[in-house]
């Protein structure tokens, strides 16, 4: 029961740091959520407390930087804190730091570690928007994607999977916050239903789950006509053809191929497990409804 007396001070520090009209009530908020997250992440999984200290030190490390720069409010100084809120969320090249702790986190608080914890760094990224810092965390999110070849495991394969999503989520900025929230939005619900699968390994994945997991991978890497897909259809033709799109579109791709290669080797191996009953049941359903979805976009 002790946990649950953690979760609402979680959601309210996040929103005492997007309503502040100030610089320390957004710092408060920051360390409130800190604070509840390191301890609801410890009652999740007591055995993570080396990954929830490294969390910790990380966050601690860039919370000292953020209040030194907040003194120095400036537009020069503007570009350091935006760097600082980088390393926060793990965004390409800070991402390194992430892999490390994302093996450690389990179920919801991996969740919100992709998730609610970027809901802030983002939107204070959106408010000192500076053209040249989207670019440099969009062309570096490319090289973090690269890091999801040859991994095994969900874990590690999902926290690759975002840093290419931190990308399309810092481009959104360009255009408005809205977009980025929808973007988020349909991201973790993604990543929800990947975590509710309760599976860490990726060939007990798709063994388990068939069809579904399919659906999700091919959803998550952004192909058509699933969810993932509309999001970056609809940056995709506000950007008008901005140069940025193609390292995106790399991504993409590069994400695809990832899934798609597991997705071959478990057909090699386990395809009579996937064509049972209930699996064709599904998958025509699921085909029927994104079709419908898709003819009235």
Not at 286 to 294: Q, T
Request: glycine share 6%.
């Amino acid at each position: 029961m002790v946990k649950f007396f953690y979760w609402p001070f979680f959601f309210l520090s996040v929103f005492i740091s997007i309503n502040s009209t100030n610089w320390i009530g957004v710092w408060l908020g920051m360390e409130l959520n800190l604070f509840s997250f390191i301890m609801l992440s410890f009652y999740f999984n007591q055995y993570s407390s080396e990954c929830c200290l490294s969390y910790y030190l990380v966050q601690v490390i860039s919370s000292i930087f953020f209040v030194f720069f907040v003194f120095f409010i400036d537009f020069f100084y503007v570009n350091f804190i935006l760097f600082v809120m980088g390393v926060s969320v793990a965004s390409a090249p800070f991402h390194y730091w992430g892999v490390l702790v994302s093996g450690g986190f389990k179920d919801l608080s991996f969740y919100f570690f992709l998730t609610i914890q970027s809901l802030v760094p983002f939107y204070f990224s959106f408010n000192f928007f500076n053209l040249y810092l989207i670019y440099f965390f969009v062309f570096f999110s490319i090289f973090g994607i690269l890091g999801s070849i040859n991994q095994v495991y969900l874990y590690q394969v999902l926290f690759y999977s975002s840093v290419g999503h931190m990308g399309w989520m810092f481009f959104s900025l360009f255009f408005s916050f809205f977009y980025f929230f929808l973007y988020l939005f349909v991201y973790s619900l993604n990543i929800f239903m990947f975590i509710s699968s309760s599976f860490y390994n990726i060939i007990k994945v798709f063994v388990k789950g068939g069809f579904y997991i399919v659906f999700l991978f091919l959803s998550l890497g952004g192909m058509p006509p699933f969810f993932g897909f509309y999001m970056k259809w609809l940056i995709i033709v506000e950007s008008y053809g901005d140069f940025i799109l193609f390292f995106l579109i790399f991504g993409v791709m590069f994400n695809l191929y990832v899934y798609l290669r597991f997705i071959y080797s478990s057909i090699n191996f386990f395809f009579l497990s996937w064509f049972s009953f209930f699996d064709y049941y599904y998958f025509y359903w699921f085909i029927f409804f994104f079709l419908f979805c898709f003819m009235y976009m």
